[in-house]
């Protein structure tokens, strides 16, 4: 009990069993289902899977902009420095986006609204959250386009969203996204569409601006380079569900879900070797019809009987190291470690 | 942008030239001869060739159009036939008259259309939707004559509320300072004249502008609607901006694109809606001129009041244009 509250003290946000559904004419979509884990103060935290896995889902939740009407959490919690987002009005809600939570997406040609110039689109978030006057959210997005590292500032502040490049534009959505000291960014797939060679810039600055700015990161991608990069923490997800949890280093070195094991194969150069690139096979299953027990069973070569029958707990299989998988017992764990 | 207004004025010139030969060519080939009709039935065969001759119909087309072209760069229309006054000021005379009530119609029509459109795209599927769908439908339905003469027979008829025909109560209006009567008598301080003003023209510009009122808010609501689902909008309720905020900001403003291109579509309708209705409410503006003109068959007239609406549309579809670059930067700085 003592353990857990000295545990709880440096926890910013902490997920909890979360649920999350839309309601459809199909049927309920059972997007996110039972998804638990914490992010530490300053800490950065990778959520890794597929597109339609549920990671998005997350981070939408988290900040409650499910689109209206067809998106609901429907179970579990989320806590925010302790307390339940769930329980905040609407009026809180507004107070903690973009400026306590911060978000940055996927598609920076399209995150910015094309009719006004940049400088207005960084102020806006100052002035709503700081209640400073005009000329002084002017400034403050200057400072702040001069911290993404885009030059001669004062000149394009007056810029629209269409004289900038996609790498800029990112560049332009982190300076939003910061332009408040939040202390959680979340940024959803980020570099995902950039260039190879802008992807690399932009991941360093988020990670310069996160040590300088002591916020804490939810880095949302389906690429493993990335998480390997950045994260302090990885989970990788399946179809709604966290399949595997612990440090980047214990992850890729020893991979124990068949799903991460898989996902490692089907990347080049993840173990260092050249080899031939393996696919998963089969396709993710219709989120309005998961398999039962084990999702990842109907895809999985070591899967049986005993999987179709109750999903897997997330066990900790050796410290540190959460698995959710029948196969896998914590009996694998000294030995894999021994090899590895 | 000076640059950009000056390459669309100067695009605007041979499509005026072009529609006034249309215009020439089209009026003369239209059965019946206007010396018959106007004159009486008791004049000679003579008085008609000399009616005529005055009127230079006796020459070839392309001569009469050369000398309507050359006369018209000089601001000279010719003189109506039927008349004998000078075709320009003729119109202008009646055009306050058309302007006035077709830019209410549009004050009407844009002032319900597009923010009833804008809530109906928020909140798709709602009473309110479809309470705006329905209303939208019935504007897009109504022929405006059919409106109008049936306006006439509720408020002016039945219930005799308001006048059922003309501009204004005789004696009523203020000397004319611009010729735009709600405009004057707001200059001149008199209320009476507003008031009657006002009763005057709301009918007729609610049988004008319904029809525009209707497909503001279809168009308004299905770009709401789209705009609504943009990644931008997503920034900005991550960002903390109200829904309030959220929609008539970051979504109006780039829902506004289409909503000003269906205007200044929709314009044309108006335009030459306003003929029609002008006639149905005895209104005197250029339309209704125009429909006596082409009854006598009064080929000055008939030339100068069309190319007069043209004139208009061309003008309208330059501040469109304009308004495009006023709101979407995009089309501002592309060359």
Request: proline share 5%; net charge negative.
């Amino acid at each position: 009990m003592r353990q857990e509250s000295i545990d709880l003290m440096g926890v910013l946000l902490s997920v909890r069993d979360l649920q999350t559904s839309f309601f459809t004419s199909d049927g309920e979509i059972r997007a996110v289902d039972g998804v638990t884990f914490d992010i530490d103060e300053g800490a950065t935290v990778g959520l890794v899977g597929e597109s339609g896995c549920g990671k998005s889902v997350t981070a939408l939740s988290i900040m409650r902009l499910l689109s209206r009407g067809t998106g609901r959490v429907v179970g579990g919690e989320i806590l925010y420095r302790g307390e339940n987002l769930a329980e905040y009005s609407e009026a809180g809600m507004r107070r903690i986006r973009g400026n306590e939570i911060s978000m940055i997406f996927q598609e920076p040609m399209t995150s910015l609204n094309p009719v006004f110039t940049i400088g207005e689109q960084i102020g806006e978030a100052v002035r709503l959250h700081q209640g400073v006057s005009a000329r002084e959210a002017r400034n403050r997005a200057v400072e702040m386009l001069r911290l993404v590292k885009i030059a001669e500032p004062e000149k394009r502040i007056k810029d629209y969203p269409h004289q900038l490049s996609g790498g800029m534009r990112q560049r332009v959505m982190i300076a939003i996204a910061l332009s408040c000291n939040p202390r959680l960014l979340m940024a959803d797939e980020p570099t995902t569409a950039l260039d190879v060679t802008i992807q690399a810039q932009i991941l360093d600055l988020i990670g310069e601006l996160q040590e300088r700015l002591g916020m804490a990161v939810l880095l949302i991608t389906h690429d493993l380079g990335v998480v390997a990069q950045q994260a302090d923490d990885v989970a990788v997800m399946y179809a709604g569900r966290i399949v595997e949890r612990a440090k980047p280093e214990i992850i890729f070195s020893r991979p124990m879900h068949p799903y991460t094991v898989g996902l490692m194969n089907s990347v080049p150069g993840a173990t260092g070797k050249r080899r031939r690139l393996e696919a998963i096979p089969g396709i993710v299953p219709s989120p309005l019809d998961w398999p039962s027990g084990c999702r990842f069973r109907t895809r999985c070569t070591r899967a049986d009987d005993a999987c179709a029958h109750s999903p897997p707990e997330l066990v900790e299989v050796e410290p540190g190291h959460w698995v959710s998988c029948l196969k896998v017992s914590a009996a694998d764990a000294p030995v894999l470690a021994v090899e590895a | 942008m000076f640059t950009y207004i000056t390459r669309r004025v100067t695009g605007t010139i041979p499509v005026i030239i072009l529609i006034s030969l249309l215009v020439f060519m089209l009026v003369q080939s239209a059965p019946g001869d206007p010396a018959d009709l106007l004159l009486s039935d008791e004049a000679t065969e003579q008085d008609v060739a000399e009616a005529r001759a005055r009127w230079g119909l006796d020459q070839p087309v392309w001569v009469q159009y050369w000398k309507f072209f050359t006369a018209a760069i000089q601001g000279d229309l010719g003189t109506s036939f039927r008349y004998a006054d000078p075709v320009l000021s003729m119109i202008l005379d009646r055009l306050p008259a058309t302007i006035e009530l077709s830019a209410f119609s549009i004050l009407i029509a844009v002032v319900f259309g597009v923010p009833l459109g804008v809530w109906a795209g928020a909140r798709p599927n709602s009473w309110a939707d479809n309470f705006g769908s329905l209303f939208g439908f019935f504007g897009i339905s109504m022929p405006n004559f059919w409106f109008g003469i049936m306006l006439i027979l509720l408020l002016s008829g039945v219930l005799n509320l308001l006048p059922s025909s003309g501009r204004d109560t005789y004696g009523i209006a203020s000397d004319p300072i611009t010729g735009f009567y709600l405009l004057d008598s707001i200059l001149h301080r008199n209320w009476k004249a507003l008031w009657d003003g006002l009763a005057h023209i709301i009918m007729p510009a609610i049988a004008l502008g319904t029809n525009m009122m209707g497909i503001l808010m279809r168009v308004t609501r299905s770009s709401v609607l789209e705009v609504m689902h943009e990644d931008y909008i997503t920034t900005a309720r991550a960002k903390g901006v109200n829904e309030r905020n959220v929609l008539w900001r970051h979504a109006v403003r780039n829902a506004m694109i289409p909503i000003i291109t269906v205007v200044g579509l929709e314009l044309g309708t108006l335009l030459s809606g306003s003929i029609i209705v002008e006639t149905v409410f005895s209104w005197p503006g250029s339309g209704q001129l125009l429909i006596s003109a082409i009854t006598a068959r009064d080929y000055p007239l008939i030339t100068g009041t069309v190319l007069t609406y043209t004139m208009i549309f061309v003008v309208i579809n330059l501040v469109i244009d304009v308004l495009y670059a006023v709101i979407d930067p995009r089309i501002r700085f592309d060359k």
